[in-house]
């Protein structure tokens, strides 16, 4: 397919999804359960997300290969979301010397000693490569915001908290991706939108499965009691935040399969709009490049060295 049927077979799947308005965004517009009417059975739903992850592959080689733009992937859900999941199967096809995953954890004593945005912009992905922040700086107004005594920590200046602190924080985040998309850095950010009924059985099925218990953590129920100030802190982040060049994408995440579908056609279609091509050859390169064929030619027929081994070695001594 060329690349004008790619995206327009893609748009369908993308656009219901994509916010970059932020006046007018409302998170209860969005469904969770959401499949665009989609009834696929679920080995075909995996043989889509098999085609996107290869469509993905072929392309990042040529982002790799060309050197000049690089992507980055933010992902931000609640728990039991399936961002994991999404990122294994999405990603299943590229290659990992041009791909990381980056899991921001607890600030340490540096990261705290330093502005909110120091440790994530340290990690933003080199040119030519894809980035994936599973959780990100938006952390940043969302725990953080929902938790206040986290801030005690981050040694602000006195004259720093107060009830703007929020919407000064999410202005930064904005410039921040700003600058970025300005200097070749494709951002996509993913908000997958889990309903509280849905999470609620997700977590049951973590309790009531011996293999699955691993996942579950008593945080994860703490978390769950302050689900509608998450979802306000939600709202709030991506309509100060979302735009054209750095777009939020909320996806419904109560069909697995269909959230990583949505996931897999979005980066695809932002990747395919680069309209990358491998590099050209230069004059010089090209004269290298016959230099070595002659060369390689001219070994036809000739004697090739004789290799010893360890027991001709030691014949010898």
């Given at each position: 397919m060329v690349r004008t049927e790619i995206l327009d077979a893609l748009r369908p799947y993308t656009e219901p999804f994509r916010v970059t308005r932020g006046n007018d965004f409302f998170l209860k517009d969005f469904d969770p359960g959401d499949t665009l009417g989609l009834k696929m059975h679920k080995q075909e739903?995996?043989?889509?997300?098999?085609?996107?992850?290869?469509?993905?592959?072929?392309?990042?080689?040529?982002?790799?290969?060309?050197?000049?733009?690089s992507v980055l992937l933010v992902f931000q859900a609640m728990d039991a979301a399936g961002k994991d999941g999404t990122i294994k199967h999405v990603m299943s096809r590229v290659n990992p010397q041009g791909c990381e995953v980056v899991s921001f954890k607890q600030p340490s004593a540096e990261d705290l000693a330093h502005d909110f945005l120091w440790r994530y912009h340290a990690r933003v992905p080199r040119r030519g490569k894809i980035g994936i922040f599973n959780r990100s700086y938006y952390e940043e107004v969302l725990v953080v915001r929902v938790h206040w005594h986290?801030?005690?920590?981050?040694?602000?200046?006195?004259s720093n908290p107060g009830s703007d602190l929020w919407q000064e924080r999410l202005a930064d985040i904005a410039r921040f991706e700003d600058y970025l998309t300005r200097q070749g850095v494709v951002i996509l950010k993913f908000y997958l939108n889990l309903s509280r009924g849905e999470q609620k059985r997700r977590f049951m099925e973590r309790l009531d499965k011996p293999d699955k218990q691993w996942k579950f953590s008593a945080a994860d129920i703490r978390e769950r009691r302050y689900w509608d100030d998450y979802m306000h802190a939600y709202e709030d982040a991506i309509r100060a935040t979302a735009s054209e060049a750095a777009p939020w994408f909320v996806v419904p995440a109560d069909d697995k399969p269909f959230t990583r579908l949505i996931v897999a056609a979005a980066i695809v279609?932002?990747?395919e709009k680069l309209d990358l091509e491998y590099p050209r050859a230069t004059q010089q390169q090209l004269d290298d490049l016959a230099a070595a064929r002659d060369e390689l030619n001219a070994e036809e027929g000739q004697p090739q060295p004789q290799h010893c081994n360890r027991r001709d070695e030691d014949e010898r001594s």
């Open positions: 739903a995996v043989q889509l997300l098999q085609r996107g992850s290869k469509w993905l592959a072929m392309e990042q080689e040529i982002l790799y290969a060309q050197d000049s733009w986290l801030l005690d920590a981050q040694k602000l200046p006195p279609e932002a990747v």
